[in-house]
């Protein structure tokens, strides 16, 4: 069964203070991995797509990488700003695209 | 944003009640997709569809419905409403990157929050 799994729950940092988010996965052939930040009340948005072990992309502060088993949001010197829930995705080879989301990572910097 | 908008964005229903959620896209995106968000549950897809009239089950579908009688404009209906259904529900559409790659990424309109009492 595919199944994405998010660590820590929750995180809480200090302004400047670089860390990680995990996303463990099984997945039977790994068309992508998908990360996504949801700001309250509204819609997850788009942040990376990581298709092959090896890969990584780079956005602002973050920088997302990724192995056959698990990925990692890489946060360096976070502001405030960069609060909020951060949603891991996987999708498996087929038809429809269908994609399944880990509960997310609720990250908090403090100034 | 990709263009996807939802309607209503908040509604208050009461149970047993049949209630309709649109949501409209305005770049002809073939797949369109239906998830809810609960706490503890992450996103979790309803319905999907990969073209006009054509539709497929997702993982928690049981007590709803879709339909796509056009491209742009993807239902999800709720034939009796429960209490269990009360939740945030996400539309989602995905562009294709490359014909034949595989490669998307599905983008998400901004949410309809239902409450069943």
């Known amino acids: 069964e595919d199944q994405v799994t998010q660590s820590p729950e929750a995180l809480r940092l200090q302004e400047g203070e670089s860390s990680s988010l995990n996303c463990s996965y099984t997945?039977?052939?790994?068309?992508?991995l998908f990360w996504y930040r949801q700001d309250p009340g509204k819609g997850p948005e788009f942040l990376f797509t990581?298709?092959?072990a090896g890969e990584e992309k780079e956005k602002e502060r973050l920088k997302a990488t990724l192995t056959k088993k698990e990925s990692f949001l890489h946060i360096t010197a976070p502001k405030p700003e960069d609060s909020a829930t951060y949603l891991c995705a996987v999708q498996a080879g087929g038809g429809g695209f269908k994609t399944i989301f880990g509960a997310g990572t609720r990250l908090f910097v403090k100034a | 944003d990709a263009g996807i908008t939802q309607s209503p964005r908040h509604k208050v229903t009461e149970t047993g009640t049949p209630v309709t959620l649109r949501c409209h896209q305005t770049e002809n995106h073939r797949y369109m997709y239906w998830y809810r968000q609960d706490p503890g549950h992450g996103l979790r897809l309803i319905h999907y569809?990969?073209?006009?009239?054509?539709?497929d089950k997702g993982e928690v579908s049981d007590g709803y419905s879709v339909s796509r009688s056009k491209t742009e404009d993807f239902l999800l209906t709720l034939e009796s409403a429960t209490s269990s259904q009360t939740s945030v529900y996400f539309c989602a559409i995905s562009v294709v990157r490359g014909q034949g790659s595989g490669r998307n990424e599905q983008f998400f309109g901004p949410g309809t929050r239902l409450t069943v009492l």
């Open positions: 990581l298709y092959s």
């Open positions: 997945v039977s052939g790994l068309r992508g």
């Open positions: 569809s990969y073209g006009v009239k054509d539709t």
